[in-house]
């Protein structure tokens, strides 16, 4: 039998809710501890006042109402950058009976989503003093299309209830974008290409942010992984915390310069991955962090060696008019990867000589590439020319093959060749300066020959046209005209379609999400890389805080004597000049600037 002082000590120490007296198997209550919220009571009861009632006595009765209370009245999401912002809705009934939730839905809230609205979630009873949750969050739209941040989103939630003075309430929404944050690497990867045991070469490697608004990139940890960690190393000032830095968008060029060195201690191959972690959101919108990979490459076996056949070119005659070609071979017989880019050399190159490439891909130890080499001949005599390649041979960085050939003229043939120059910064190597100028020629019947359709086939009578342009600035840019055998008027246009000269290179290829390297390769007809024309061209606009006009020169030869020297000024992008009429007429040739 138990005394008051055991009914008294489980009292005090919660034993309950019941306390019973007796032996087992006559236990008999004497009394309930209070409950303190619903989980104390049985299912369909729920407590009040620290008793357990059934939830149907608290169905309204006269004079009793359910009062609905949002809180908060009004959710504001805050600031998004680059995910999105969950936020919780409490909706509270402070009434004296039940509240019943018939719907709960967003209106005018396209950058808002409530994931606990769904039409199979409801009615929902609201006991008094009772809440349910809604779970919403903020994801604007931009997020995806990329537009720039800054932008306030309002939205409404409506709930309807049976709430008496407001069976519909609307709670408003807000929340401001200020953009995604977006990590961009030049360049893409690094390859060290050969490197002795014992040396050490640097690279740099630059992070910027190219994502939209004015949401910073957070660039977080910077990790090496490889198999041989003692061949590759970096150093950056994030070894003193994490590095914020603004978008490309907002006018700045804030930018992380990291410097990866390869010191090999043995005789092999390496490879790593150099690791950099941000606040990136890829994709757009999902936020979180981001690892951006470098792939990192360097050899310290032995250098790449080339051997070119034949080291000299004779294309020997060529008639008037016509193209003839004959290849290289280029061997690699070194132990890493041979990188070679030709160019003509000579201040002014003679245009009839050309490449059937501009740029080669790395040719592999042991083993070999082939490079057409061109002649059109627009005139008679001997045409002679030095192809110069460029490589990454240690003991031969440059190598010469002189080409040559004889334009044969035929009875009554007449070749024009139209050469254009502009302004564009240095025409040897690839610099800051986009500016680019097209050419085109217009046949009397409207039909053209430009970089988009380089070699027509179907301007019969008119003649046989091609287009070419040379080096990573496709200047010059070269049309030749032969088999022409009607009379007509052909103009020659040009196109500014593109007038930025002060925009680093680097920064292009950065919000491209490419290397520079890449770039140029696909300024020069290389691997696109996925990249379009109407893409760089948008970069470039964006980027460009000065505009400058160019100054462009078009040569007119026929059968290779000059005709006229055209100087044609063009003030800003999309301006189109007609800078010269070629009239031919009963078989003569002549210019009308």
């Known amino acids: ?22 032996c087992a198997d006559e236990a008999t209550t004497l009394l309930r501890a209070p409950c303190t919220d619903d989980a104390a009571c049985d299912a369909g009861s729920v407590c009040r006042a620290g008793d357990c009632v059934p939830a149907e006595s608290l169905a309204c009765g006269a004079g009793e109402v359910p009062i609905l209370q949002p809180d908060p009245p009004r959710l504001d999401f805050g600031v998004a950058t680059g995910g999105a912002v969950d936020r919780t809705l409490r909706l509270r009934n402070i009434g004296d009976c039940t509240l019943v ?11 808002f989503r409530c994931s606990s609205c769904r039409p199979d979630s409801f009615p929902v009873e609201v006991f008094p003093l009772r809440t349910h949750a809604l779970a919403l969050s903020f994801q604007p739209r931009r997020f995806l299309d990329g537009s720039n ?12 209830s049976d709430d008496r003075d407001y069976p519909e309430l609307r709670v408003p929404l807000r929340g401001r974008f200020e953009g995604t944050p977006q990590a961009a690497t030049s360049p893409a990867s690094v390859d060290f290409d050969y490197v002795p045991v014992g040396r050490t070469a640097t690279r740099t490697i ?20 490889t198999s041989t960690p003692s061949a590759f190393s970096w150093s950056a000032p994030i070894n003193e915390g994490p590095v914020d830095l603004r978008p490309i968008v907002a006018g700045d060029d804030e930018r992380l310069t990291v410097e990866v060195a390869y010191h090999p201690k043995e005789r092999e191959q390496h490879h790593a991955d150099l690791l950099i972690t941000t606040n990136s959101a890829t994709p757009p919108g999902e936020g979180g962090e981001h690892s951006v990979r470098i792939p990192l490459r360097g050899a310290s076996t032995t250098p790449a060696r080339i051997s070119v056949s034949p080291g000299r070119i004779d294309l020997g005659p060529v008639a008037v008019g016509d193209t003839v070609g004959r290849p290289i071979t280029l ?22 000589l050309f490449t059937s490439r501009a740029r080669l891909p790395p040719i592999l130890p042991g083993d070999y590439d082939e490079l057409m080499v061109l002649v059109t001949a627009t005139a008679p005599g001997p045409i002679q020319g030095l192809l110069v390649l460029e490589t990454n041979v240690p003991a031969t960085p440059t190598l010469s093959v002189g080409v040559a050939a004889e334009g044969r003229v035929t009875v009554g043939a007449q070749v024009i060749k139209i050469d254009m120059t502009f302004d564009n910064g240095d025409d040897g190597a690839f610099d800051d300066d986009f500016r680019n100028v097209d050419l085109i020629l217009e046949n009397p019947y409207g039909l053209v020959v430009h970089k988009a359709d380089p070699q027509p086939t179907h301007w019969n009578e008119f003649g046989r046209p091609t287009w070419l342009a040379f080096g990573a600035k496709e200047e010059p840019e070269r049309i030749v005209l032969a088999d022409f055998s009607r009379d007509g008027t052909y103009r020659v246009q040009l196109a500014y379609v593109e007038d930025c000269s002060s925009v680093p290179s680097g920064l292009v290829a950065a919000v491209l999400g490419i290397s520079v390297e890449a770039l140029i390769s696909y300024l020069t007809g290389g691997n696109t890389l996925g990249i379009t024309g109407g893409q760089l061209s948008d970069v470039v606009e964006s980027l460009c805080l000065a505009r400058s006009s160019s100054a462009a020169t078009v040569t007119v030869f026929v059968n290779g004597d000059v005709v006229t020297e055209v100087p044609v000024v063009l003030g800003a992008k999309n301006d189109a000049v007609y800078a010269a009429d070629i009239i031919v007429a009963g078989g003569q040739v002549s210019v009308v600037p």
């Open 149 to 160: 941040g800054g932008d306030v989103h309002t939205g409404t939630l409506l709930v309807t």
């Open 101 to 111: 939730l018939f719907h709960a839905d967003l209106v005018t809230a396209d950058a």
């Open 331 to 352: 061997v690699n017989e070194g132990g890493t990867p041979l990188q070679i880019r030709p160019r003509w050399g000579g201040a002014r190159p003679n245009t009839d």
């Open 1 to 22: 039998m138990r005394t008051f002082f055991d009914i008294a000590t489980a009292w005090a120490l919660g034993l309950g809710p019941w306390i019973t007296v007796g």
């Open 206 to 225: 630059e992070v910027r942010n190219r994502g939209s608004g004015t949401a910073s990139l957070q660039v977080r940890r910077i990790e090496v992984l």
